[in-house]
Every structure is written in C-alpha cells, then in structure tokens.
C-alpha cells in the first residue's frame, strides 16, 4: 500500500505561485505514474499533470506553460510548481499513484485564488 501526503495549498492572489509537495510513504519506482488532479465542487475530478519516469510529462492545456511537475525520487516526492495562478485554478488538489501497487489518491488541498 502506498500513503500519500499533499502539502503546500493556500490562500494565493491572482498572479501569485505555489508550490504542491507530495510525499509517497514507499519507494516511487521509474515505471510508477505519479499525478495531480483537481476538483470543484459539483464537477468532476480532472487531471491537471502527470509525470512518468524522469522526463515524460502530460498538461492539461488550462496550466501548459504556468504549472510545472516534478519528481524527486530520492525523497519519493512529486511537486507542483503552480506560477500565474488564476481564480479559475481555485480547487482541492489531489496526488494520485498509479502502478504495480495499484492506484492510490491522497486527501487533498485546498488552493484558493483570490484578491
């Protein structure tokens, strides 16, 4: 079983950054997908990117060029660098692992974007 711990949401002004960390509680092998995903209420959750293996990222195409995903498999932690946020971007953020070891969600945070 995998555990995964978001941390790093907010309160954050249009325009601003955050930074989502996501901590795996086992190893996080090349293979092994590792995504964030959003929800607003009454909608769907929705992939906003994902990364596999070092360098193979997929964008949803609202944050192409603004949100950056990021690995560090020594830590076995996913990031979420989020630039020019926009109240459009206000949502729970999930980490999601998919893999050998099956697919997991962690509990989310909040990102709120307002003046």
């Known amino acids: 079983q995998v555990q995964l711990v978001e941390s790093g949401g907010g309160l954050v002004q249009p325009g601003g950054s955050l930074r989502l960390s996501c901590a795996a509680s086992?190893?996080?092998?090349?293979?092994?997908?590792m995504g964030w995903y959003r929800q607003v209420p009454g909608k769907q959750r929705e992939l906003v990117a994902d990364i596999i293996s070092r360098g193979s990222t997929n964008y949803e195409d609202s944050v192409k060029g603004r949100f950056t995903i990021s690995i560090d498999y020594d830590k076995n932690t996913v990031y979420l660098q989020m630039n020019s946020l926009k109240p459009e971007d206000t949502a729970v953020y999930y980490c999601?692992?998919?893999?050998?070891?099956?697919?997991?969600w962690g509990k989310g945070t909040l990102v709120t974007v307002s003046s």
């Open positions: 999601n692992f998919q893999g050998r070891r099956g697919n997991y």
């Open positions: 086992g190893s996080i092998f090349s293979s092994d997908v």
